[in-house]
């Protein structure tokens, strides 16, 4: 065990107890607003990178570290999913299309028309 090992796996721990939090507050919300979860994805594939990569550094507090924080990202991205797109509960939002990736409402603004082909409307 090594100095790094330690503190890494502090950041690690201190990383886990945030995240279960979130994943506390969550279960109770049952319902997620104001997120994109692409970026999440990314974030689970490096934690389940570092549980495959610790055990080669020896760094095994880091590892057990990294499988509490891992876990509870798994389970809150799940969740996230559920209560976003997959609950049967969800709040709908008319007849768009729920989408995985952040998108913004289109507005038609009085008076300004999409030019076709150049020409002005008449």
Not at 8 to 17: I, S, T
Not at 31 to 59: E, H, R, T, V
Not at 72 to 79: I, N, S
Request: proline residues 7%.
């Amino acid at each position: 065990m090594s100095w790094q090992d330690s503190v890494n796996a502090g950041f690690e721990l201190a990383c886990a107890l945030l995240l279960w939090a979130n994943v506390r507050t969550l279960y109770k919300d049952k319902q997620i607003k104001g997120i994109a979860l692409s970026p999440n994805y990314l974030y689970l594939a490096g934690g389940l990178w570092d549980l495959y990569y610790y055990p080669f550094l020896n760094q095994w507090i880091s590892f057990f570290a990294c499988a509490v924080y891992t876990t509870g990202f798994t389970l809150w991205l799940g969740m996230a999913v559920w209560y976003m797109h997959l609950s049967p509960t969800r709040p709908t939002l008319g007849k768009r299309k729920v989408v995985f990736w952040a998108s913004s409402p289109r507005r038609k603004i009085p008076g300004h028309e999409p030019v076709i082909s150049g020409r002005e409307p008449e």
